[in-house]
Structure formats: C-alpha cells, structure tokens
Nanobody
Framework: QLQLVESGGGLVQPGGSLRLFCAAS????????VGWFRQALGKEREGVSC????????KYADSVKGRFTISRDNAKNTVFLQMNSLKPEDTAVYYC????????????????WGQGTQVTVSS
C-alpha cells in the first residue's frame, strides 16, 4: 500500500513562510506525480498543487498561485511545498498523495491518506 508521510507544518504569522515535506514510506516516488492537498476545519479537502514525475510540469490552485512552489528531489525521495506570504485562510491540515500523472489530479490518488501536517497562520 502506497503511503506518504507529511511534515514541516507549524504556527506562523501572516506573511510568513513554511516548507512542507512529503516523503514516501517503503517505495520510491520517482515514478509518480505527487499532489498536495489541504483540509481546513469544517471544509472539504481541496487540491493545492501537483508536480509531474519529471518535475517539469506543475499545477496550482488559483488561491496559492504566486505564493506556493512545489518541487521534488527524486534522489531524496521527497516532494516539497514552499509556502510564502501565508494568509490566515491557508490554515489547514496539508496532505500529499501520488498520482499516475497530474492529469488525474486531484480526483484519482493512488496512495492512501496519511496523518497530514497542520499549518496554522495566525498572529
């Protein structure tokens, strides 16, 4: 069963930055596209970003374009989400998931959902 482990969340003030990490457990990520999602309290999970297998293709939700950057290091078996200019509305639990390609993002993840990592943006 494909499972990912998210980390890097925390409490940050508005305008601050965080870098999230998505690591694979028991398999390698280099044959999968990877998407980031978030779920705020009382809301449905929503797609944030996706990165292709090669890392050359990316997708972003309109709400994070220009502020978030997704990247990957296949040698480290890790996908990153750099979040800048954070806003209170970015507060959520962030999750990552694998896909055959970003074409299938956000609807057909291959991996099961992990614990996620909490991001709280507050002064």
């Amino acid at each position: 069963q494909l499972q990912l482990v998210e980390s890097g969340g925390g409490l940050v003030q508005p305008g601050g930055s965080l870098r999230l990490f998505c690591a694979a457990s028991g398999f390698t990520l280099d044959t999968y596209a990877v998407g980031w999602f978030r779920q705020a309290l009382g809301k449905e999970r929503e797609g944030v970003s996706c990165i292709s297998i090669s890392g050359q293709g990316t997708k972003y939700a309109d709400s994070v374009k220009g502020r978030f950057t997704i990247s990957r290091d296949n040698a480290k078996n890790t996908v990153f989400l750099q979040m800048n200019s954070l806003k209170p509305e970015d507060t959520a639990v962030y999750y990552c998931a694998t896909f055959r390609a970003c074409l299938y993002y956000p609807n057909v993840p291959l991996s099961s959902w992990g614990q996620g990592t909490q991001v709280t943006v507050s002064s």
